[in-house]
């Protein structure tokens, strides 16, 4: 069963670049044949889409983080990349990866990674 | 941009029915999943495709879609599935993610 891990760095300061690294685990999937998407929840708050990109390496984002968002597929390692600039506090949150499954009008994700807390301050 | 509406609180008592739904333009149109969140824990996936249930979750867990609104009914609702949950949806024609506001569920 595939598994998914996020990492990256739990501090950031305002106006710089936040880098997130899901790692892909299990045989049966890899990163060069499956879709995955980005998806953060900030303290209190309900779950926020930010990102998909697909084995293509076509991406589509959050309308509100494209202008800061870039996301990539390293495919030798079996991983997914997030980069947001300009963080401000307001992007303070638990920040999950997530296998983007389904066809057409379907879509849904499973599984998810466990999810790592980004807090952004000085 | 599309937008899913969800009460932003459900009460139950253990052993009855929860009926938690999710609103939006036409939704019956599109298909929606559900997903189970609790607090310190990833969320999961428990229903998708609008009614289908994957592998592992109990079949108290169902789910309907029609017209303007999705519903997320827990049949038996037992204590463990007190947890907040978020309906979603994909928006084809700009290839989005769209996550409902999420309700909580309470049983007490």
């Known amino acids: 069963q595939v598994q998914l891990q996020e990492s990256g760095p739990g501090l950031v300061k305002p106006s710089e670049t936040l880098s997130l690294t899901c790692t892909v685990s299990?045989?049966?999937?890899?990163?060069?044949?499956?879709?995955w998407g980005w998806i953060r929840q900030p303290p209190g708050k309900g779950l926020e889409w930010i990102g998909i990109?697909?084995?293509?390496?076509?991406?589509y984002y959050n309308a509100s983080l494209k202008s800061r968002v870039t996301m990539s597929v390293d495919t030798s390692k079996n991983q997914i990349s997030l980069r947001l600039t300009s963080v401000t506090a307001a992007d303070t949150a638990v920040y999950y990866c997530?296998?983007?499954?389904?066809?057409?009008?379907?879509?849904?994700?499973?599984?998810w990674g466990q999810g790592t807390l980004v807090t952004v301050s000085s | 941009s599309y937008e899913l509406t969800q009460p932003p609180s459900v009460s139950v008592s253990p052993g009855q029915t929860a009926s938690i739904t999710c609103s939006g333009d036409?939704?019956?149109?599109?298909?929606v999943c559900w997903y189970q969140k609790r607090p310190g824990q990833s969320p999961a996936l428990v229903i998708f495709?609008?009614?289908r249930r994957p592998s592992g979750i109990p079949e108290r867990f169902s789910g309907s879609n029609s017209g303007n609104t999705a519903t997320l009914t827990i049949s038996g609702t037992r204590a463990m599935d007190e947890a907040d949950y978020y309906c979603?949806?994909?928006?084809?024609?700009?290839?989005?993610?769209?996550f409902g506001g999420g309700t909580r569920l309470t049983v007490l």
């Open positions: 997530a296998r983007l499954r389904g066809l057409g009008s379907g879509r849904w994700f499973d599984p």
């Open positions: 299990d045989g049966s999937s890899s990163s060069s044949r499956d879709f």
């Open positions: 990109i697909y084995s293509s390496g076509s991406t």
């Open positions: 036409k939704l019956g149109d599109k298909y």
């Open positions: 495709q609008n009614n």
């Open positions: 979603q949806a994909w928006d084809i024609s700009t290839e989005s993610v769209v």
